[in-house]
């Protein structure tokens, strides 16, 4: 079996310095993805809660029922925390420790309203796998969510997906003292770029990023060093991928950036039956 990063260590330490500010992005983020009351009512799944985060923005947004899972163990335990901390009903909100890759246990799920699944299946080690029982998640009428790590070619870029792999690999190599440093010297020279290219107060860019998805950026830059296995594909494979069948219908793409750091976000509707 290919190993896989350990980010439930990560978004524990996320944890204590989850905010309000971050939650109500986060449900900025589910609303500009889902409509403005588009989880009113409505049955969300979490394919790869991580932190739990999102799965508490949809609890908040008054989905009828979130089922948030994730494959490592780490990673439900801050999802139930949340869910615990914010007073929840296990019936209205369950938490479970599953793979996205096991058929069977997606096939327990059901068939949900919403689903959202960033950033997961990527780093599953099978992803094209991983997003067709995702989508399979979806129910006739329902809209699901992908983000999916960009690819770029090595003739297209000097900083390519091939480049992306081998920092990884290395970084997993390291000792643990050494990856900490590996995470201030990366993050640092990836501030440097970002804010020399955009003429921006590296403050300035780092309040952004707070804003933009409710994240924080050193915990990002360890999540992405050390993400494997990983995984990515161009919007296009994307979008033909999930549209051969001709059971979904696709609602738009956003490519944040040129990178093979950016991950895309696929919205795609599933026809009703």
Not at 17 to 32: K, N, V, Y
Not at 82 to 96: G, I, N
Request: glycine share 8%; with cysteine; proline share 4%.
């Amino acid at each position: 079996m290919t190993a896989r990063f350990a980010f439930g260590e990560n978004w524990e330490s996320f944890l204590q310095e989850l905010d309000d500010e971050r939650i109500e992005q986060a449900e900025r983020e589910l609303q500009d993805v889902f409509g403005e009351n588009g989880l009113r009512g409505r049955t969300f799944l979490d394919a790869g809660c991580g932190s739990g985060l999102f799965s508490l923005a949809a609890h908040r947004l008054g989905a009828s029922r979130v089922v948030s899972f994730d494959y490592d163990e780490d990673s439900v335990a801050c999802c139930r925390r949340l869910r615990d901390e914010d007073d929840a009903s296990p019936r209205k909100w369950a938490v479970v420790q599953g793979d996205l890759l096991d058929t069977d246990f997606m096939g327990s799920l059901g068939r949900f309203d919403r689903v959202y699944c960033w950033g997961v299946a990527h780093h599953t080690g099978s992803m094209w796998d991983a997003i067709d029982n995702a989508a399979a998640a979806v129910a006739p009428g329902g809209r699901l969510c992908l983000g999916i790590y960009n690819e770029v070619a090595p003739d297209e870029a000097l900083y390519d997906s091939v480049l992306s792999t081998r920092i990884k690999r290395v970084y997993n190599r390291l000792p643990v003292p050494a990856q900490a440093l590996a995470v201030r010297g990366y993050g640092l020279t990836h501030l440097s770029i970002r804010t020399l290219l955009s003429r921006e107060d590296p403050r300035t860019y780092l309040e952004r990023y707070r804003r933009e998805r409710g994240m924080e950026y050193w915990h990002d830059i360890r999540d992405w060093l050390g993400g494997l296995p990983f995984e990515y594909a161009t919007p296009a494979a994307v979008e033909n991928h999930i549209t051969d069948a001709e059971t979904f219908e696709h609602v738009r793409t956003e490519v944040p950036a040129d990178l093979p750091t950016a991950v895309n976000t696929y919205v795609f509707d599933r026809k009703s039956e």
